[in-house]
Structures are given as structure tokens and as C-alpha cells.
């Protein structure tokens, strides 16, 4: 009778320990990097150390110059952020990718960059909604996400880590959320410029810009994947 309770118990334990089922890391993302196709994760698959959401709002960097004749919102620009799955480490690379943005949208340089991009000999972004690069220039300052519509000169984020080490996709999102999900595979290797371009690419699916799901040679010229490119140049240059 003892050695059946023993049994019992023993089953109990290893049922309760029983790891993440490994559907739940399986990917139906098309490439690398941030598409709005997603991953699609089964009910009840839960981070087996999930943090709870922690809500930080980062200003304005402090006491930074912004170039001159550039619009009033860029003085203001900033971000706020949900956190999920982020370790304290995690969040200050977040937090400096996000310096880096903000340091950049300040700058005149930027702008020029916008409004001077070119694609097919005109001045104009692949995938670009029918808007013209300084409709577009605005349109990043003002902040406006599609789900979360008006200028608050603001990026609303809303961050989550997950691993997948068997996909070559960095992040993606969803056209109905906020959300943005970042590939801990990617992310713990990434410099906080590297983050600057992922999270911006992924924010301006938010203002409603897309591009093609494949890797065509047209997508380096759409405005998420130009801009994040731009981003990331930039933020080196910064150091």
C-alpha cells in the first residue's frame, strides 16, 4: 500500500513539472524579420517565468537640443510602454534603444533622411499608403497609431518577450494590438541600437505602414524597414 502512495505521488510530481509543450514555441511567421503575419500560440501556452506586466512611460530625453524649424510636436516626442516578460535588464536596453529614438526624431538630419528618400528614381517610400515622405515625416512625429488614433507626439508600445529558437523571425505583431512580441533569441544578442530598429520598424506597422512578406527588392525601401534602418545607422552614430 506504501510503495502504491509513493508511486502515486511520484506521478503527481513529474505531471506537474512537465515543461512547455513544444507546440507552443512552433511559428507560422514567413521571414526574419517583424512581419504582421504571426506566430500563432496555442490557448494555455504561458511563459513558464512570466513577469507581470509593469507599465513604464518614458519621457522626453532631458535638456535635449532639437534642431531648429522642425515641427512642435519633436520637442515633446517620447514613448510609453508596457513591459511583459521583461527582466530590469531587459527594460534598460529597451529604455536606451528608446533614447536613441528619441535623440534621432530630434534632429534635422532625420528629416532629411525622411523627405530626401528615394525609390524607383522618386521621392517617394515602397508600400507607402499614397502618402508623400513629408506626410509620412509628420505622421511619425504625431504619433498617431491606427488603434489609437491623435497626435500625442507619443510611441504607445505595448512589449512582449518570447523565445522561439527555431524561426529566423525577430518580431512581429498583429494589425488588431498594440502588441509587439520581440524574439528573446534575437533580443539578448542585440546591441540597444539593434532594438532601436526592430522596435521602430514595428511601430510604424502601428501607424499603419506595411510591406511585402517576402524578401523582395522592393521591402528595404518600405517605411518599416528603410526608417528602421535609419534608426539603427543613426543610433551608431550617436556613440
Not at 7 to 35: F, R, W, Y
Amino acid at each position: 500500500m506504501k510503495i502504491t502512495l509513493l508511486m502515486l505521488v511520484s506521478l503527481l510530481l513529474l505531471a506537474s513539472c512537465d515543461p512547455v509543450p513544444e507546440e507552443c514555441s512552433k511559428t507560422q511567421s514567413q521571414n526574419e524579420s517583424d512581419t504582421q503575419v504571426a506566430d500563432i500560440k496555442p490557448a494555455g501556452c504561458t511563459p513558464v517565468e512570466e513577469i507581470p506586466d509593469e507599465v513604464v512611460t518614458t519621457p522626453p530625453v532631458e535638456e535635449g537640443p532639437v534642431d531648429a524649424e522642425l515641427p512642435s510636436g519633436v520637442a515633446a516626442f517620447g514613448a510609453n510602454v508596457s513591459y511583459t516578460n521583461f527582466t530590469s535588464a531587459d527594460i534598460d536596453k529597451v529604455q536606451q534603444a528608446l533614447i536613441f529614438i528619441q535623440r534621432i526624431i530630434r534632429t534635422s538630419e532625420f528629416r532629411d533622411r525622411v523627405l530626401k528618400h528615394t525609390f524607383e528614381g522618386k521621392l517617394q517610400f515602397a508600400n507607402n499608403n499614397g502618402l508623400s515622405n513629408a506626410q509620412i515625416y509628420q505622421a511619425l512625429v504625431d504619433g498617431s497609431e491606427e488603434l489609437k488614433p491623435g497626435a500625442n507626439y507619443k510611441m504607445d508600445l505595448e512589449l512582449e518577450l518570447y523565445t522561439n529558437n527555431f524561426t529566423s523571425t525577430v518580431g512581429y505583431t498583429y494589425p488588431n494590438t498594440l502588441r509587439i512580441w520581440m524574439n528573446r533569441k534575437f533580443f539578448n544578442r542585440y546591441s540597444s541600437e539593434e532594438v532601436a530598429r526592430n522596435v521602430f520598424h514595428e511601430w510604424t506597422h502601428k501607424l499603419g505602414f506595411g510591406h511585402d512578406s517576402s524578401a523582395t527588392a522592393r521591402r528595404p525601401y518600405s517605411v518599416p524597414y528603410a526608417l528602421g534602418s535609419i534608426i539603427q545607422e543613426m543610433a551608431f552614430n550617436l556613440q
